[in-house]
């Protein structure tokens, strides 16, 4: 056998065939999942749970509370602090907690709320950094033109129903033990940030010490 020949058979040489072909296995088809409608499901029955702490905050007549001249006071973010700083609905991508970690919490419904007004020029411009993420500018500076005296005693009467709300699963799974940082608050340092603020609303001026500041 020449050189050539012996070239032509190597390359020319072809594995056989398999006696039977690899089995193929067929996925199996499954029921698509409708996320949606489990999601509103799943959202309808805590709706109907939050239902309930609302009847018996402002009694059964829907109507009724609907139509009132009031009723924005009623529906407002139940659980900001007062002061310059607030929210109206904000984003859920939880980028202020991140931004002013002593400032800024989440509610039940994932959205952020100023749990605590900034007290140095740190967590002010933390703040501000909380309040450049949020995509749908919802932060806003002017509560000092919105909150009065007597407005700030009524929200201090419902601090016992803050913290139930608080304690609730919806906001513990929110905020994790962070949670804990306005409950803490609420019961330490917040009356007497609260009393000098009433101050500054009823006279034009933070008090530097030594003023008696007004009850609550």
């Not at 020449?2 to 032509?8: A, C, E, G, P």
């Not at 698509?32 to 509103?40: M, P, Q, S």
């Not at 919105?146 to 906001?171: D, N, V």
Request: proline share 8%; hydrophobic share 35%; charged share 20%.
């Amino acid at each position: 056998m020449n050189f050539r020949d012996f070239l032509k058979r190597i390359f020319s040489h072809q594995a056989p065939p398999p006696a039977t072909l690899p089995e193929i296995p067929v996925r199996r088809l499954m029921p698509a999942v409708n996320h949606g409608e489990l999601y509103i499901t799943s959202h309808l029955v805590d709706i109907e749970i939050e239902a309930v702490d609302f009847i018996q905050r402002f009694g059964p007549d829907f109507n009724a509370f609907l139509y009132q001249p009031d009723v924005a006071n009623l529906i407002r973010q139940q659980v900001l602090s007062p002061g310059p700083f607030y929210t109206g609905n904000s984003d859920t991508c939880d980028t202020g907690p991140y931004e002013a970690p002593n400032n800024v919490l989440r509610d039940s419904h994932a959205m952020e709320f100023v749990f605590r007004q900034p007290q140095n020029f740190i967590e002010f411009l933390c703040t501000l950094d909380a309040t450049a993420v949020e995509v749908l500018d919802s932060y806003s500076c002017d509560g000092n033109e919105h909150w009065t005296y007597l407005a700030c005693q009524e929200w201090w009467r419902g601090q016992a129903e803050i913290i139930r709300r608080l304690s609730t699963p919806a906001f513990q799974e929110t905020n994790g033990p962070r949670t804990q940082l306005y409950i803490d608050y609420l019961n330490g340092a917040a009356e007497t940030d609260l009393r000098k603020y009433c101050y500054f609303l009823e006279n034009g001026h933070y008090p530097i010490g030594g003023e008696t500041l007004p009850p609550l």
